[in-house]
């Protein structure tokens, strides 16, 4: 019986020194995020941009693998219908890399619409929830290229199919 507990303490240890090992050779491979000097990123969706949606959006790195990020656009041409969209995010990135790679990303979104289509015209002021996924590319030089695909469901029923309208996203960014 003491020969099995000493057998069991022994191979506990050895186990648990492997452990270490692993994980300290882990850690030598992967940048360590608290002394990542590069956590903020500006964007603008250049797809938006030539409907002319007049766009710039703010990410902010908080952890590896997320990040949380503000869209904001502006309709500046008289024949946009979208006078002004705000939608905040969280993204989840997948990858070894400090938030570069696939991502998925959900959040709300305020937006004020005005249909200058037909006879009539109306504005409406409404607010919703999207999600989306994408890819994301960094550089060496810290630029990014973005392309990415999301679905919104807002409580404005006369936009689109009942509230539901799509964003693509091609946007070129820099990160400092």
Known sequence: MKKICLIVVCLSFAFNVFAQELLEKQAKQRPIFSSYKTKNEIQTNMFFNILGLTNISYERIIYETMSINTFLGFGLVNDVTTKFILYPKIKIYFGDSI?????????????DYKDRSGHYSWEQTGFGIGA????KFINSKNWIFELGFE??????????????????TISGAKRF
């Open 99 to 111: 938030c570069n790679g696939w991502f998925v990303d959900a959040g709300l979104i305020l937006l």
């Open 132 to 135: 989306g996924f994408g890819y």
């Open 151 to 168: 679905i919104t469901k807002t409580s404005i029923n006369n936009l689109g199919a009942g509230g539901r309208f799509f964003i693509i």
